[in-house]
């Protein structure tokens, strides 16, 4: 069985690996929500220099895997959820990998000049970062989830099934909604690719029964999506 | 042989593949210095929905790899400049994600609010980035870098010969001095096994010719290291 280690109250990061985790029906335990979050924070002290730099990190038979994309890599070739051919997995990395470049400037949009400060600190600074993320980034990022989703000739990222690179669109669409809720109306419908790969998970049967437990933690202020209407725009 | 794509005038990004290239002396054209600026962006578009989002990558034999980390791992694979045993392959990417966090970070230090704007447009919220950086992020970034250093037994990351993990931390030094130079002169004797890596991997000899070479690109002021003195302090 995996140990996944990761906050315990949002859903953040550590929500790209459950999805994969829940939506295989892979054996997992979340162990900051089992033994708390001071047991996270002495585990990050065990591993020494091998350890990881900071949450989500899997562990499994020794093995101390850290980093979002290093972990979906690492799940994908073991439990085949990722392509076979080496080209593809390379690729599917790259989308991973640019995925998690949106959900740092997500942060850095509530976070722009102070990441260990409170956002009620930064709020003008934050105005600013959101305006530009709405209008420029946010596009732009959408528009390469939809070239991905529209260069396969099937109906996901790779291939004819799911692989964690489309958990990853749905998680990613699910944070901007809740963040972003006036401009993700006002544009989302020009990316049906990046929707229609959105809607496929949310309709995975593991996955349904997975969204609808208290398993799934919901968006918050705490997390990296956050809802702050000033921040929100057509 | 491969060709590299990225930006023509700063080292960036692409200089962490430039490194490993260079110190096992790897054949490739760095076409956007070859052929320019125009014809880089002319390339980008070639490639459709598998595209890459933003320089550098790097075509071989039909593949185009874009992201740091995917560009290296790939480079380990085929050129023996990553471990053979799999979790050590999977500790190296993390640690070059790490990296690739510390070199976004950095970024936003000169532009927090708005990356799309100028530096001179936001410099006072530049001014606060900068402080928490040096006084927080930094030394927990190096910290971190310095357990890797001294985690293996060997003079190296892993093993007793250079990886990409060891030309990254040799070119993150450097940009962080360039940057940061009272505050690293301040504290980088705090982290004697992160110089110790920067020392052997200046003192390669594939990387000595190279380093004094015009195909070394300086840090200049247009770039993700830029040294504007207001932002430093010891």
Known sequence: MYTLWYWPTIPGRGEFIRLPLEAAGIDYEDCARTRGVDALVAD????????????????????VIAQVATILAFLGTQHGLAPSRLGD????TQVQLTIAD??????NVHHPVEPGAYYADQQTEAA??????????LPKFLAYLEGVATANAGDWVIDNRWTYADTSIFQLVEG????????????????PGVIAIRDQVAALPELRAYLKSDRRLPFNQDGIFRHYPELDAA
């Not at 997995?89 to 599917?92: A, E, K, S």
């Not at 901007?176 to 990316?191: D, G, H, N, S, V």
Request: net charge positive; with cysteine; glycine share 8%.
């Open 89 to 92: 997995r390379y690729w599917l």
């Open 128 to 137: 600013r970062a959101a305006h530009q993320f709405r209008e420029t980034r």
């Open 44 to 63: 990050m002290k065990r591993h020494g220099g091998r350890g990881p730099f900071a949450p989500p990190y899997l562990e499994y038979d020794g093995l």
């Open 176 to 191: 901007l909604r809740y963040m972003f809720p006036k401009r993700m109306a006002a544009i989302e419908q020009e990316y």
């Open 102 to 107: 949106c959900v740092t400037e997500v942060h």
